[in-house]
């Protein structure tokens, strides 16, 4: 049924339907609406049998999903930023203990300075723990990932992060159908877990494992990610079949076929780049653009197929490696290794920085006269950056560069209007 | 849990031998059917004291639930020296996932166990002194203040020693460590620190706190099962010495346990809901030296530039035990003719 809800409001409702057994939760921004939409839901019975437990930390959020998975429940939490690094240890934990929790990431930046807005840095963080991360596009294919998300975790017994931009679909009102009940269960089993804690068969999880086994160990979760390559797509169809809609999988096409230039990207961005796309279609520009869904695991072999045709491909990326660059984009670069494509790698919208379609455009415009840098990054204030430079070179004793750049911002300079 | 007077003639060590009681009244550890829930061919040193607090507390609350224990642990010398690839020691359910989270981990057992129905499942979580007085002390007081249902164990031999002997917030004052070294005007470990746990825990209004020790099993067994006896968060702090970090002899565990407990640097006692209602009486009240010397990381204190000042510190420290919990008998110290409790 279509609602015009909340993003948070919608994947609550659909993390119910799923039938969590377990839900942790600490607060932060901008999950809070998530898990305070399913604790009600808890508390009023909708959800039953479930436990809705309060804890003190993301950390500790992190080690009761890792329980309670363990103990053969469905397991359910959700965080953003400096919640998931402040569990970072646990998350790393839930996936080499191979425990198929489900957890939604809103995504936000990561400070200092302190930050509250969308980026990608957290997910970036985590990229490397073993966990599925599947980014959402809009706040329908955001709930309708959490679904698939069970179902891909139980089955290969991976945890699975479903990434959906902070503030801009957390926060977002927009007409959203939610499944039934039994489209739901007709598409999710009850869990049956691979290893569980049991009396009447003990087993000890999480021993100490030696060099003579670790690399082993350590390679059969990256066979689980790459059979999830496999299983992703197949889901999505699953998922297709059975309610006539399209989401997930690996990636995302749009207006690709006979595209000489092909801009990628992951999240709710890829919206206004299809409309910078089509205006610049418009004026006889071969644009086009591939939206990762599946960021880990890597669709290495997809996304090749989906850009080796073109002669240039822009990444843009809301995060990147301090000191090196695009982290999505090296990633792409590898999946494009032996090809001719030439790469730019953009940096955008870190701490909540819009990207506005006008930004867009014209660096369309840029990449179509050969213009761009191989790393820019979108709407950067050269000024600002440069009189801090300045400052920094003036005096040892600056003092700290993020306050500086804020007083900065604040003074009236000569030529402005006040 | 009723207290019967035994009265028997062994000199000492104030042991019970099993032999002397009846059938019901022998400890768990007695029993050719007991679970080993820890079983033999782990990697602990020679002489060691967790390893012998974990086998004696598990195997009661296997008793005490009929053998329904899931135990969860935190990294340490006990998931270390049990699990060594490509073996385990536990014949429970085990789980270990860090060092700092055993107490959160052991919240969302509990939890699906609730979910599933499954409330004849108990669950134990478990960790050295410092997955608990430190690096999981936020996990542990949260687990406490919701009241989840797990008693929480912790074997506590004052140290980080799975690492190498490092000081933990557990550590006793003067106590040599790799971290407190034996230099300087106030040598081993500083003065005026560290977190007593047991009473922490009692501030959290959990229904059960209880200290114990290695040295006596009658009354460790017997905590155990009334620990069991409680549904919500309850906790177990046990001291078990570690004959590496502290510089003990193997063959001396029970006797050096025995002796922190009868100078008062340990005080045994039992609460409920924040309030002491039990405490076991020092028997022969000891100078905390005799308890000292026989330890290497105190043996600065006396060699050849003696500290009777750090001495008599310390034993100020154990009398302040002896007066906050009322430790000594009305008739203290009785040596020879021994008499002793075991709790049925």
Request: hydrophobic residues 40%; contains cysteine; negative net charge.
């Amino acid at each position: 049924m279509l609602e015009q809800i909340e993003g948070s409001r919608a994947v609550a409702e659909t993390v119910a339907l799923c039938r969590p057994e377990v839900v942790c939760a600490y607060p932060i921004s901008p999950q809070t609406h998530i898990i305070e939409a399913v604790g009600a839901m808890v508390k009023e019975g909708r959800l039953s049998p479930c436990e809705f437990i309060n804890v003190e930390s993301e950390f500790a959020a992190m080690s009761v999903a890792i329980g309670a998975s363990a103990t053969g429940a469905r397991s359910y939490t959700a965080t953003a930023s400096q919640g998931l690094l402040f569990m970072i240890e646990a998350v790393y934990n839930a996936a080499g203990l191979g425990l198929p929790i489900v957890m939604t990431l809103a995504n936000r930046a990561i400070g200092a300075p302190i930050n509250i807005w969308n980026d990608h840095s957290d997910a970036m963080a985590v990229r490397d723990s073993g966990w599925v991360q599947l980014f959402a596009e809009t706040n329908q294919e955001a709930a309708d990932l959490h679904v698939q998300a069970f179902r891909l975790a139980e089955e290969l017994s991976v945890p699975v992060m479903v990434c959906m931009d902070g503030f801009i679909l957390t926060h977002a009102v927009e007409g959203v159908d939610l499944l039934e009940q039994s489209t739901v269960d007709s598409f999710l089993p009850p869990y049956d877990p691979r290893q569980v804690l049991d009396v009447q068969n003990p087993v000890s999880i999480g021993a100490m494992v030696g060099p003579e086994a670790f690399e082993e160990v350590r390679y059969l979760a990256h066979l689980r990610q790459l059979e999830a390559l496999e299983r992703i797509p197949s889901i999505a169809d699953a998922f297709e079949d059975l309610t006539g809609r399209r989401s997930g999988g690996l990636i995302h096409s749009y207006r690709t076929e006979d595209a000489t230039t092909i801009v990628v990207a992951m999240g709710s961005v890829l919206g206004t780049i299809k409309d910078a796309v089509d205006i610049r279609r418009e004026a006889g520009e071969a644009i086009g653009v591939v939206g990762i869904t599946s960021f880990r695991p890597f669709p290495s072999a997809a996304v090749r197929a989906a850009l080796e045709h073109a002669e240039q491909v822009v990444v843009l990326e809301k995060a990147f490696s301090i000191g090196h660059g695009g982290i999505l984009a090296t990633d792409v670069a590898m999946a494009l290794r032996g090809t001719d494509c030439e790469i730019h790698e953009v940096v955008a919208g870190l701490g909540g920085r819009p990207i506005t379609r006008q930004s867009l455009e014209g660096l369309f415009y840029r990449v179509g006269r050969g213009e761009l840098d191989s790393l820019l990054f979108l709407d950067l204030d050269a000024d600002v950056v440069n009189r801090e430079v300045e400052r920094m070179r003036a005096s040892r004793h600056s003092g700290p560069s993020a306050e500086n750049v804020l007083r900065d911002l604040g003074e009236p300079r000569v030529g402005q209007v006040s | 849990m009723t207290k019967r007077p035994i009265h028997f003639y062994q000199v000492g060590s104030f042991a019970v031998g099993n032999r002397l009681l009846s059938d019901g009244d022998r400890t768990v550890q007695s029993d050719a059917a007991r679970t080993n829930s820890i079983d033999s061919g782990h990697r602990a040193c020679q002489g060691c004291g967790e390893a012998l607090g974990a086998r004696y507390a598990l195997d009661a609350a296997m008793r005490a639930t009929r053998n329904r224990v899931v135990a969860v642990n935190a990294t340490g010398c006990l998931e270390v020296f049990s699990t060594p690839y490509p073996e385990t020691s536990w014949h429970i359910p085990w789980l270990h996932s860090l060092f700092g989270n055993a107490p959160a981990v052991a919240t969302g057992v509990a939890a699906a166990l609730r979910v599933k129905g499954r409330d004849d499942v108990r669950v134990i979580s478990q960790a050295g002194d410092g997955g608990t007085v430190d690096i999981g002390f936020g996990t542990l007081s949260g687990m406490f203040e919701r009241n989840d249902d797990v008693l929480f164990i912790c074997y506590d031999n004052e140290g980080y020693m799975n690492t190498g002997v490092q000081r933990s917030a557990a550590t006793p004052p003067a106590a040599r460590t790799a971290t407190t070294e034996v230099v300087g005007p106030q040598p081993g470990n500083t003065f005026g620190q560290g977190k007593d746990l047991p009473r922490i825990a009692m501030a959290h209004d959990v229904a059960y706190v209880a200290t114990a020790t290695v040295a006596d099993l009658h009354d460790l067994e017997a905590k155990v099962e009334r620990a069991m006896s409680f549904r919500g968060a309850r906790y177990l702090h046990i001291l078990v010495p570690c004959p590496l970090g502290w510089g003990s002899a193997s063959n001396e565990t029970i006797h050096v346990a025995r002796l922190a407990k009868e100078t008062g640097l340990f005080p045994v006692f039992e609460a409920e809901y924040g309030v002491v209602t039990s405490v076991s009486k020092i028997r022969r009240l000891t100078p905390v030296q005799e308890y000292l010397m026989l330890q290497r990381r105190f043996a600065h204190l006396f060699g050849k530039n003696p500290r009777p000042d750090i001495v008599t510190h310390l034993q100020e420290m154990a009398n302040r035990n002896i007066e906050r919990y009322g430790l000594l008998e009305d008739e203290v110290a009785r040596p020879r003719h021994a008499r002793t409790e075991v709790q049925v």
